[in-house]
């Protein structure tokens, strides 16, 4: 099949990968046929460095979408391609936020490195799936530049507290997003996963091609919304299968295959 006309991105957590954080065979090998017929096929995750690059590197070797839309990183070539950073403004909310709610934690990332000012029981768990060392320090000791992006992490119900806090009060010059049920991100002003998406798209001079867009929670809505064809799967949050144009079977059950059956036969 010739797929050299598309250029596709998933996100992984929810989509590409099971609850477990597997990659499914099914889909492994529906990847390696859509690459084959000439696809390009990235990833296009909230996760940063430290924590996309054992997955993406397993199945892509072009350069991908981290940190929700705020970078596009070569794994192949260990290089950022591009990035956009968060405004100083915005540094003084991570403590703002962090002292006004009890038990909730923080991640700062940086390029290579995650900050946590605040710690908590998600949070440790968080790290522990992840197998990610990170750099506990306060946040007057964390380096003023380079931030490109933090979020909060706790127990959905403290999260939803965080969410209106910020929605309701001077939180401005950035770009505020829900990741998941246990985590609130902040990002540089303009920066989402489909504007990630278009950084990748110029870096490879794929413009003319047919674009598609994997997701299965509220940061993936714009590159959803925007992409020729978006897709969702079945266990998606129902806001996002709402914005999509296809809704396959769940992130379980071989999603992503099936989204490249359903691209083969158009």
């Not at 946040?139 to 806090?165: A, Q, R």
Request: proline letters at 3%; charged letters at 25%.
């Amino acid at each position: 099949m010739d797929f050299s006309n598309v250029i596709f991105v998933s996100d992984l957590d929810g989509t590409l990968l099971t609850d477990d954080k597997r990659l499914l065979e099914c889909d492994l090998k529906a990847l390696e046929r859509f690459r084959a017929g000439g696809g390009i096929f990235a990833a296009a995750t909230g996760r940063g460095y430290s924590m996309a690059k054992r997955v993406v590197e397993l199945i892509t070797d072009v350069p991908s979408v981290i940190f929700n839309g705020a970078a596009v990183y070569d794994f192949k070539k260990n290089e950022f391609l591009w990035k956009s950073e968060i405004d100083s403004c915005a540094y003084e909310y991570v403590d703002r936020i962090g002292k006004a709610f009890e038990n909730i934690a923080v991640e700062v990332l940086c390029e290579k490195t995650v900050y946590v000012p605040y710690l908590n029981e998600v949070e440790q768990t968080h790290l522990d799936w992840e197998q990610v060392q990170a750099d506990f320090r306060s946040t007057d000791k964390i380096p003023k530049n380079g931030w490109l992006k933090f979020l909060f992490s706790g127990e959905p119900e403290l999260i939803d507290k965080v969410e209106s806090y910020v929605k309701s009060g001077d939180f401005g010059g950035v770009n505020w997003v829900r990741s998941g049920p246990l985590f609130f991100e902040c990002l540089p002003k303009g920066v989402d996963k489909w504007s990630g998406f278009c950084e990748l798209i110029r870096i490879l001079n794929a413009e003319n091609r047919f674009t598609v867009a994997a997701g299965d929670y509220r940061n993936d809505t714009a590159m959803i919304k925007n992409a020729n064809l978006g897709c969702a799967p079945n266990n998606a949050n129902e806001s996002v299968k709402e914005a999509a144009d296809l809704v396959v079977c769940d992130n379980n059950s071989g999603s992503i295959s099936e989204i490249i059956d359903y691209i083969e036969r158009l």
